[in-house]
């Protein structure tokens, strides 16, 4: 018996392939940043994305549009932070241990602070699995980019550079 080529045992019949972690290639995909606000699941694509913070002291600013909660300092730049509740709708909640401020770049001038719920990871879609809206683009369905149908889960997709469209 060779010693040198033999698999150790583990005490199952799992093949050399079960202790792979990589998935499975699933064709062209889209790196998106998965997060919660109620009990939907979002996503924002991963190059828009240049870090995601946890929530610390907000400045609220006079006089700024319904929506936005106020500035906050990253590294020495002043960064704008939305409410993705009132962007979507939904009802405010309080701010807790789970809530993340996701700091997106619109532009080489331009970020954003946008506060969700709970950031759950980040995630190759396969770009099969997601379906662009098609139709009107009126109020927040024109910040959706599209819906994904992937293990399990229902996913929106959002359109960062639609949903700040406008805004200086």
């Known amino acids: 018996?060779?010693?040198?080529n033999e698999m150790p045992s583990f005490g199952n019949d799992m093949e050399i392939e079960?202790?792979?972690?990589e998935p499975a290639y699933l064709g062209p995909?889209?790196?998106?940043?998965?997060?919660?606000?109620?009990?939907?699941?979002?996503g924002i694509q991963v190059q828009k994305i240049r870090e995601v913070l946890r929530v610390g002291t907000i400045r609220q600013v006079a006089g700024?549009?319904?929506?936005?909660?106020?500035?906050?300092?990253?590294?020495?730049?002043?960064?704008?932070v939305v409410d993705s509740r009132v962007m979507f709708n939904m009802p405010t909640r309080e701010v807790d241990d789970l809530s993340?401020?996701?700091?997106?770049e619109l532009d080489e001038?331009?970020?954003v602070g946008i506060m969700v719920d709970f950031v759950k990871e980040v995630k190759d879609i396969p770009?099969?699995?997601i379906e662009s809206l098609s139709g009107s683009k009126e109020n927040a369905s024109r910040?959706?980019?599209?819906?994904?149908?992937?293990?399990?889960?229902?996913i929106i997709l959002i359109d960062v550079d639609n949903m700040f469209m406008g805004v200086e």
């Open 1 to 4: 018996m060779d010693v040198a």
């Open 18 to 21: 079960d202790y792979n972690d």
């Open 29 to 42: 995909s889209t790196r998106c940043v998965l997060f919660t606000l109620e009990n939907e699941v979002y």
């Open 64 to 80: 700024a549009n319904y929506g936005v909660l106020g500035v906050i300092n990253v590294r020495g730049v002043i960064v704008t």
């Open 100 to 104: 993340r401020i996701i700091i997106v």
């Open 109 to 111: 001038e331009r970020t």
């Open 127 to 129: 770009d099969d699995k």
């Open 143 to 154: 910040y959706i980019q599209g819906v994904a149908h992937f293990q399990d889960n229902v």
